[in-house]
């Protein structure tokens, strides 16, 4: 696996993926005083979430649940001294769909952070993770 960072200007860098996606990072502010762009500890929270939800859909199909939607809110607390690990994040999964069985869906989401997520095995060491989630029930499940 590769990748590629080429700073543009001021805190302002650009990405490349050994799969050829392009992705600008880093801390420069617009006129407006808004980020232009994802820094790179936010992105680590992204890459979390997408590595655990990933998992956690993968699961809960094999085990045949009916399940039409999961989204997880991630958030995270820094260490206030460099170089400013998390310390704390915790993962908020919503997971939508038909009738699904809430042990099988907190048993996706252990085996997601506790075995096949790299992100978060990752930053489980500095970081305390912890999670909850809800089920909401959906009438139709989407096409796969």
């Known amino acids: 696996m590769k990748a590629r960072v080429k700073w543009i200007e001021n805190r302002l860098f650009m990405g490349v993926t050994g799969s050829g996606h392009t992705i600008v990072l880093g801390t420069t502010e617009g006129p407006d005083g808004h980020k232009l762009a994802p820094s790179a500890m936010e992105l680590m929270l992204v890459a979390t979430g997408g590595c655990s939800s990933w998992d956690v859909v993968e699961i809960l199909q094999k ?3 009916a399940i039409d939607d999961c989204v997880v809110e991630v958030e995270g607390d820094r260490a ?5 690990v998390f310390v704390r994040i915790h993962m ?3 997971v939508k769909g038909k009738s699904l069985d ?4 907190e048993r996706a989401i252990q085996l997601s952070i ?3 997520c790299s992100a978060s095995a990752m930053l ?5 993770l912890t999670h909850d989630f809800e089920i909401v029930e959906t009438a139709v499940v989407a096409p796969e």
């Open 63 to 65: 085990g045949r649940q």
């Open 114 to 116: 506790e075995k096949y």
């Open 124 to 128: 489980a060491k500095t970081a305390v």
């Open 102 to 105: 809430a042990k099988k869906v």
């Open 80 to 84: 206030e001294t460099d170089p400013k």
């Open 92 to 94: 908020h999964y919503v």
